[in-house]
């Protein structure tokens, strides 16, 4: 498999640890967001939307990182990043989703860039990214509390936290205070601790900046 992807963004971080995870060997090809590489006609012939990331499998070419991660679930199941219940699975999906869908989407490097045309207030793209971190980690703090055993869910890894550590990660880059989210943050660092999650960060990925 080959990952296009850019080291520090959130959806290529998430399938990066979800592959991991799974244990399973990919090559990564740098699409560099910041010289838009992203638009050129090579990666839109991959991913027609031109965001990161786009998979390349024996399958195909896959694309948009949730569908990625449902992917992995089905194709290679062990070891699970779902738990067993449909109830369970329905939470854990959820979770997720607080991040993918109503945290991340918001505080991308595109939505930034705008925010920064519309405001050019130094730290406007900061406040604006913590206000939905914030939000959501909230909501995610509650349901950490409930569910959590060590990692976002339970006692393994799951979809969760393959979202929620790079979350935490961008929250740490926009300087969000994380201090009234000490349970979301003691599940990232538990999970940041696990050797596939840790492989992952973007610090050491082939494109990194050093």
């Known amino acids: 498999m080959i990952l296009h992807g850019y080291w520090r963004s959130g959806t ?9 995870l799974k244990g399973l060997a990919y090559e990564q090809v740098a699409v560099d967001l910041r010289a838009g ?4 006609e090579r990666f ?8 990161v990331p786009a998979l390349e499998t024996a399958d195909g070419v896959l694309t948009q990182s949730p569908a990625i991660l449902e992917w992995l679930e089905e194709r290679y199941p062990d070891p699970p990043l779902l738990p067993r219940g449909a109830n369970d699975r329905a939470v854990v999906r959820a979770m997720a989703a607080t991040i993918a869908c109503d945290i991340h989407p918001l505080n991308n490097l595109r939505v ?3 925010v920064r045309a519309l405001d050019s207030v130094e730290g406007a793209d900061n406040r604006w990214a913590g206000r939905w971190i914030g939000d959501g980690f909230a909501a995610l703090e509650v349901q950490i ?5 060590g990692f976002a869910f339970g006692d393994t890894p799951t979809f969760a936290d393959c979202h929620l550590v790079p979350q935490v990660y961008s929250a740490e880059r926009f300087e969000v205070d994380l201090s009234p989210y000490s349970r979301l943050t003691a599940a990232a660092e538990h999970a940041r601790a696990h050797p596939a999650i840790a492989a992952a960060h973007p610090d050491r990925q082939p494109d990194a900046d050093r």
Not at 37 to 40: F, M
Not at 145 to 149: C, D, F, L, P, T
């Open 12 to 20: 290529s971080y998430r399938t990066r640890i979800a592959l991991n």
């Open 112 to 114: 930034l860039k705008a």
């Open 145 to 149: 509390a409930r569910h959590g055993r």
């Open 37 to 40: 590489d992203q638009r050129g």
């Open 44 to 51: 839109r012939a991959l991913n027609p939307q031109g965001m």
